[in-house]
Each structure stands twice: as structure tokens, then as C-alpha cells.
Nanobody, 125 residues
Framework: QVQLVESGGGLVQAGGSLRLSCGAS????????MGWFRQAPGKEREFVAG????????DYADSVKGRFTISRDNAKNTVYLQMNSLQPEDTAVYYC??????????????????WGQGTQVTVSS
């Protein structure tokens, strides 16, 4: 199966930007819908953004619409999350996830088969 490795997290000031990357090893990356989730201390893991197999369709949580952009480059086996206008409430561990042969872009964590290790994003006031 695909293995996922995330990078790009860090500490930024409110209003700043980060670009997260998730590289996938193995074959058949283009058969996985990809999603980004985040989990803050004391909170449930929540859906952030998802992208379809070819990158033609995207879905976003209301909390990040207009600020975050998910994209994928199947030739590079990589999915990205561009995060702009970051706010302290965006502070969380961000995870990428892969959903094999999806029927749609999943919004629930249980829909995804493979998870990355997570990368910390901290936004200061």
C-alpha cells in the first residue's frame, strides 16, 4: 500500500502562510482520493480538505474555505495544502490521508485507509 510522509509544518504568526506537502511512496497513487485532517489538543480529528483522484474536484471544511487550497501532482505522487491567512485556531497537528478507490471525497476519518505521521502547525497571536 501507499505510505505517506508529511512535511512543511512549523511556527508562523497570525496572517502568515504555510505550504504542507505529503509525499506518497508505492504505486497507484492516482487511485486514491487524498484528504487533509487536523487535530488540536482536546478536540476530535476534523476534516480540512479533500481532492479527487485526478485533482479535478476539491472539498473544504467551512472553516478553511477561501484560505486553504488543496492540490495534487500525480506525476510526483504528492498532495499539497497551501494555507494562507492562518489564525491561532488553525493550530493543530495536520495529517494527510489516502482513500483507495473512493466513491467520493470523504469527510470522515473512517473513510481513509492510510495516514501520514502528522506535522505540527502552530500559529501565534
Amino acid at each position: 500500500q501507499v505510505q505517506l510522509v508529511e512535511s512543511g509544518g512549523g511556527l508562523v504568526q497570525a496572517g502568515g502562510s504555510l505550504r504542507l506537502s505529503c509525499g506518497a511512496s508505492g504505486r497507484a497513487f492516482s487511485r486514491y482520493a487524498m484528504g487533509w485532517f487536523r487535530q488540536a489538543p482536546g478536540k476530535e480529528r476534523e476534516f480540512v480538505a479533500g481532492v479527487s483522484l485526478s485533482g479535478g474536484s476539491t472539498d473544504y471544511a467551512d472553516s478553511v474555505k477561501g484560505r486553504f487550497t488543496i492540490s495534487r501532482d500525480n506525476a510526483k505522487n504528492t498532495v499539497y495544502l497551501q494555507m494562507n491567512s492562518l489564525q491561532p485556531e488553525d493550530t493543530a497537528v495536520y495529517y494527510c490521508a489516502a482513500d483507495f478507490l473512493p466513491r467520493s471525497i470523504g469527510r470522515v476519518a473512517g473513510a481513509y485507509d492510510i495516514w501520514g505521521q502528522g506535522t505540527q502547525v502552530t500559529v501565534s497571536s
